[in-house]
């Protein structure tokens, strides 16, 4: 890669090609795969009441995040969905709850109709792609990185996506902003050196709870490096219409 705009042309073809591969797996794999990704990051990031977590609809197969927002929602925490406002400029987040308002946003993915507008200090952001730096391959918009540049302070940023789309590198420019963690169906992993670690539970808490006190977050309330109970998450599948590829009905 020499250039911007040989790096642009691969990055399209590449997000292309992961996302017709992600298009591939099955709900048998899907499922598991879900699964293992909620319990890491249940397990492995001090979410405590009062905090707001941002997080996306699932498009085009992408990791489901509902179930652990669920369970964080249950310990006390505000969920949060992005907002398009407009060309180039940055999302906004607005408050969710299972039977908010919804209305279709930018490629019909449903998004909160007129509820407050939060400011998360934690988000679960899908990617595409991603490689051993941290950084993420998007859907070429560069919304996620202006929205991570444009807060008074910055966010924890937690990517989620799937072993299948690992890459040795995205080419990264300079308005690239790198996940503060990467998690997969195979572990939590922190990027040092060049090189995507894994991480246990505890280490990964820990971690997140440094960023998050050096930050000055949350914004609101206190922040324990202990998330309450450790058990498996249940399943939620009945609760969420469309989780096995059929269209759910925006607000569902």
Same mark, same amino acid.
Request: positive net charge; aromatic residues 10%; charged residues 25%.
């Given at each position: ?8 042309? !691969? ?10 591969? +992600? ?6 794999? %899907?499922?598991? !795969? ?8 249940? %397990? ?5 009441? $009062? ?21 964080? +929602? ?44 939060? /400011? ?13 730096? $941290? ?18 302070? %910055? ?10 789309? +690992?890459?040795?590198? /995205? ?43 050096? %930050? ?25 219409? $469309? ?7 925006? $607000?569902?």
């Amino acid at each position: 890669m020499r250039g911007c705009n040989d790096i642009r042309a !691969w990055r399209k073809t590449q997000r292309a090609e992961l996302v017709a591969r +992600r298009a591939t797996i099955g709900q048998e794999q %899907r499922g598991p !795969w879900n699964e293992r990704v909620t319990e890491l990051l249940w %397990r492995g990031f001090p979410i405590t009441a $009062g905090m707001v977590v941002g997080f996306c609809w699932p498009f085009k197969g992408e990791f489901d995040a509902r179930f652990v927002i669920r369970r964080w +929602r249950e310990q006390g925490a505000t969920a949060a969905l992005p907002e398009v406002v407009a060309k180039g400029e940055p999302l906004q987040f607005r408050k969710w709850w299972p039977g908010a308002p919804m209305t279709p946003g930018v490629y019909d993915i449903p998004v909160p109709a007129g509820t407050d507008i939060l /400011i998360p200090d934690i988000a679960i952001v899908p990617m595409n792609g991603f490689d051993e730096g $941290g950084y993420r391959l998007g859907y070429g918009g560069g919304y996620f990185d202006r929205t991570l540049a444009a807060f008074d302070r %910055r966010i924890l940023a937690v990517g989620v996506s799937f072993e299948m789309l +690992r890459l040795p590198t /995205i080419y990264p420019q300079v308005h690239d902003v790198p996940m503060d963690f990467v998690v997969t169906e195979a572990a939590v992993h922190a990027s040092e050196g060049g090189k995507l670690i894994p991480l246990a539970a505890e280490q990964s808490r820990s971690r997140a709870a440094r960023i998050l006190q050096s %930050r000055r977050l949350p914004r609101s309330g206190a922040l324990s490096a202990e998330t309450p109970g450790l058990s498996s998450p249940p399943c939620y599948a009945g609760e969420f219409p $469309g989780y096995w590829g059929e269209d759910p009905k925006p $607000g569902e």
